[in-house]
Nanobody
Framework: QVQLVESGGGLVQAGGSLRLSCAAS????????VAWFRQAPGKEREFVAH????????YYLDSVKGRFTISRDNAKNTVYLQMNSLKPEDTAVYYC????????????????????WGQGTQVTVSS
């Protein structure tokens, strides 16, 4: 059983940056594919970024490409989301998620494909 705990959220002005962290415990982290999702008020949760267990493959939501970067440090059992050039529309609760093994390319954006979830961290971008 893997436990995930996010941190690093907060209030930032448009154009600013934040780095979210997700610390994992209770499993062999390097064996898990990881992802970030977000949920804005009144909207469904949406995929943001995914990184494979090897760190060799990453996928991004089109609207964050070039601004967000997902990375992982298996020695620290931590996955990160570096968010630059933030926009008010990035305001949401951000969740990290994990599942063992590789995902099919058709599944990485599907929240149902992930077994483990963190509690979320709030990101608010002011205009």
């Amino acid at each position: 059983q893997v436990q995930l705990v996010e941190s690093g959220g907060g209030l930032v002005q448009a154009g600013g940056s934040l780095r979210l962290s997700c610390a994992a415990s209770g499993g062999t982290f390097r064996n898990y594919g990881v992802a970030w999702f977000r949920q804005a008020p009144g909207k469904e949760r949406e995929f943001v970024a995914h990184e494979s267990l090897s760190g060799g493959t990453s996928y991004y939501l089109d609207s964050v490409k070039g601004r967000f970067t997902i990375s992982r440090d298996n020695a620290k059992n931590t996955v990160y989301l570096q968010m630059n050039s933030l926009k008010p529309e990035d305001t949401a609760v951000y969740y990290c998620a994990a599942r063992p093994g590789y995902l099919r390319s058709s599944d990485y954006y599907n929240e149902g494909a992930y077994n483990y979830w963190g509690q979320g961290t709030q990101v608010t971008v002011s205009s």
